[in-house]
């Protein structure tokens, strides 16, 4: 029976193991990049969990914008634990592999974590709208009943997205190719892979990645369009720059994950792309989490202000 259950995870794949061949081959590079990579994973997740604290233990912060940081920083710790243990592994192992299970399911929670926080960006834009541009309905429009649907759909885009091509890759058959030119297990890397067609799996992440990315930017490019006419018709200085303060740290983060991801992402399949690939999945993958904490805490007086209030609570 538990060699039956193998054979279906396998789909009649030859191949049980896949071999990951990490972010460089040469020796010299290794413990470098195991020490930086370790900091960066290190200050993820502290930044990502003392934000998330921070949001929780203070009632300042029990509004839609922070609960959707919340959420934000959530993916971001997650997200990161689905592949940095792994390709740190690859730093200092001579052989790092992965089980045909544990790609799979290393692939499913990538994919859902990215396609979870690119609708979360694209639900912080649509508050951020209505902040500005209706704040005498934001209490109406932005209730916690709004707020949590929003979310919850965030999830179940990426929930669908995930199975979507987690589902199309199980199908294909892995005859004698196992080694992964990337650190972690994605969609592009593994296609060349396979001795059965892609084309389905190639159609798909068209159709799932375009339609994600046209959907979002189109809602992101229309709120902000809609912020800056709003902004250009204020009278003083003062709401200029409240609501260009509010929206600064969103566009940073919108601009690093869908810049970085767009460069891994849309692009035509070949060795060379999928190595440029794995240099840009770097930025998307590994500096974007770690900076969103920072982002939304440096200029930020609310989260400021919950910190001194913590930190009082915590020396008193």
Same mark, same amino acid.
């Given at each position: ?16 193991? +896949? ?9 010299? !590079?290794?413990?470098? @990049? ?6 960066? &994973? ?18 300042? !912060? ?9 959420? @934000? ?18 730093? /200092? ?9 544990? #790609?799979? $399911? ?6 859902? +974590? ?6 979360? @960006? ?7 709208? /209505?902040?500005? #541009?209706?704040?005498? @309905? ?39 190719? =196992?080694?992964? =030119?990337?650190?972690?297990?994605? *969609? ?11 084309? /389905? ?12 990315? *046209?959907?979002? #930017?189109?809602? %992101? ?8 006419? =709003? ?7 003062? $709401? ?6 509010? #929206?600064?740290?969103?566009? *940073?983060?919108?601009?690093?994950? &869908? ?23 770097? +930025? &998307?993958?590994?500096? /974007? ?6 982002? &939304? ?16 609570? %915590?020396?008193?």
């Amino acid at each position: 029976m538990p060699h039956m259950m193998q054979m279906t995870v396998e789909n009649d794949s030859s191949v049980s193991e +896949f071999i990951l061949m990490g972010l460089t081959n040469q020796p010299e !590079l290794q413990l470098p @990049l195991f020490i930086l990579f370790l900091v960066n &994973y290190t200050a993820t997740v502290m930044g990502n969990l003392s934000l998330m604290n921070l949001i929780c233990l203070n009632s300042n !912060l029990h509004t839609p914008m922070y609960f959707f940081l919340f959420n @934000l920083s959530f993916i971001d710790f997650c997200y990161s634990m689905v592949f940095t243990p792994k390709m740190l592994m690859s730093f /200092v192992l001579e052989k790092n592999t992965i089980s045909f299970g544990g #790609c799979m $399911a290393q692939l499913f929670f990538f994919i859902f +974590f990215v396609n979870s926080e690119s609708y979360v @960006l694209t639900a912080m834009a649509y508050d951020r709208y /209505v902040a500005i #541009c209706k704040p005498l @309905l934001y209490k109406v429009v932005m209730s916690p009943k709004i707020c949590c649907l929003l979310v919850f759909c965030s999830y179940l885009m990426g929930f669908a997205s995930a199975l979507a091509h987690t589902g199309c890759m199980v199908r294909l058959s892995f005859c004698d190719a =196992n080694i992964i =030119n990337h650190y972690m297990c994605d *969609i592009f890397p593994l296609l060349p892979l396979s001795c059965s067609s892609t084309y /389905v799996n190639e159609l798909m992440s068209s159709v799932v990645v375009g339609t994600a990315i *046209i959907l979002c #930017c189109l809602i %992101i490019l229309i709120s902000y369009a809609l912020i800056l006419f =709003n902004i250009i018709h204020m009278s003083s200085g003062k $709401a200029w720059s409240k609501a260009l303060s509010t #929206c600064g740290s969103h566009i *940073i983060t919108v601009s690093l994950f &869908y810049g970085f991801g767009l460069l891994v992402y849309v692009k035509p399949l070949s060795d060379e792309t999928v190595a440029q690939a794995k240099f840009f999945s770097v +930025f &998307y993958t590994l500096l /974007v989490p770690m900076l969103n904490p920072l982002i &939304y805490s440096l200029r930020n007086k609310d989260v400021k202000f919950a910190v001194k209030k913590t930190w009082k609570r %915590i020396t008193s």
